[in-house]
């Protein structure tokens, strides 16, 4: 019994002074989570930005697969930030098996996708994970009369490559490697004489999680800042009694009141030797202002100019 006192007694006191202990002894530290970095001015219409899965380029190999895990923490991310709609992996590959079909000659021309272009898509992210390392270790300790304070720690880094493409030309418009690193460690106390013990183990730590978020903000950030220097893009769906039905929603973001400046499009202009689009002659022709929103399109009044029509091509103002 007076054992058992004792060891009451001193877990007691080790446990009130578990946190200093743990810091003075062992250094505990977590990653140092990356700063969210906002672009300035009025954030607008979602863009749509497609997530390929990644591809694993490390050793590490478990019941998870991890390129598609990464790719679905960057989802969910992107997703939060409220600024973009995000086309998941299983759509991409759903949406290009329709453009193959669109492509073999048995649709129409006016209802076939097409190639290169994921539903609109302005942008397509692809990465892969290149780090993934996680390892735990023992650390200092030491025992008084059968009560002992011991130290572990462990550490882990995530390192992914990202790439930024054209949906239209396949061209690689921005690249960045992204690294977490993160440090953790507990503190273990115990008591063991000859007839009985206790034990009691420190707060657990994930030093890879710690360290998967800091490379996914970094990813986040990267992205964000690329796309705020891409103007989003819609169309003129179709032009019926004076009202203008714009190709995009209240999923997209769009609000009363929300105007666009209206071009034409005119001739495509090919590189001769890769036989790449370049982009084409636009010419403004007026501005629109949105006086009804729904789900997946919106409808918009003439505020200046004339003579719009079907597939004219919108800029957010």
């Known amino acids: 019994m007076k054992k058992m006192i004792i060891a009451g007694v001193v877990l007691c006191f080790a446990v009130s002074f578990l946190p200093s202990l743990g810091y003075a002894f062992f250094g505990q530290k977590e990653a140092p989570r990356a700063e969210v970095v906002e672009p300035a001015g009025p954030m607008g219409p979602k863009k749509l930005v497609a997530v390929a899965g990644f591809e694993n380029k490390t050793n590490w190999a478990g019941q998870v697969n991890l390129g598609t895990g990464m790719a679905d923490q960057l989802i969910t991310s992107l997703m939060n930030t409220g600024r973009y ?5 299983e759509n991409i590959e759903a949406v290009l098996r329709e453009q193959d079909f669109g492509a073999s000659g048995r649709t129409t021309a006016e209802g076939g996708a097409k190639i290169g272009k994921i539903s609109r898509a302005q942008i397509l992210v692809q990465g892969a994970v290149t780090e993934f390392g996680h390892q735990g270790g023992g650390g200092g300790g030491f025992n008084i009369k059968g009560f002992s304070l011991g130290g572990r720690g462990e550490s882990a880094v995530v390192g992914i490559d990202l790439r930024i493409y054209d949906t239209t030309t396949g061209e690689v418009l921005a690249a960045k490697a992204c690294r977490g690193v993160a440090e953790a460690s507990g503190t273990d106390i115990g008591y063991m004489d000859r007839d009985w013990g206790f ?25 964000t800042a690329e796309l705020a220097r ?8 179709m032009v019926k009694e004076g009202m203008i039905y714009v190709n995009a929603g209240r999923k997209s973001g769009i609000k009363i009141g929300d105007r666009f400046i209206v ?10 030797e890769s036989g790449i689009e370049l982009g084409s002659e636009m010419s403004r022709i007026g501005e629109i202002e949105v006086v009804n929103v729904q789900e997946k399109y919106s409808k918009a009044a003439p505020i200046g100019g004339a003579a719009f029509e079907r597939n004219n091509i919108l800029m957010f103002k």
Not at 85 to 89: A, T
Not at 200 to 213: C, I, L, S, W
Not at 230 to 237: K, M, N, T, Y
């Open 85 to 89: 709609i995000v086309l998941e992996r």
């Open 199 to 223: 034990s009691m183990g420190g707060e657990e730590r994930t030093p890879m999680d710690f360290a998967v978020r800091a490379a996914i903000q970094q990813a986040v950030n990267f992205i």
């Open 230 to 237: 891409v103007p989003w893009e819609g169309r003129i769906a």
């Open 263 to 272: 071009f034409n499009e005119g001739e495509r202009i090919i590189d001769p």
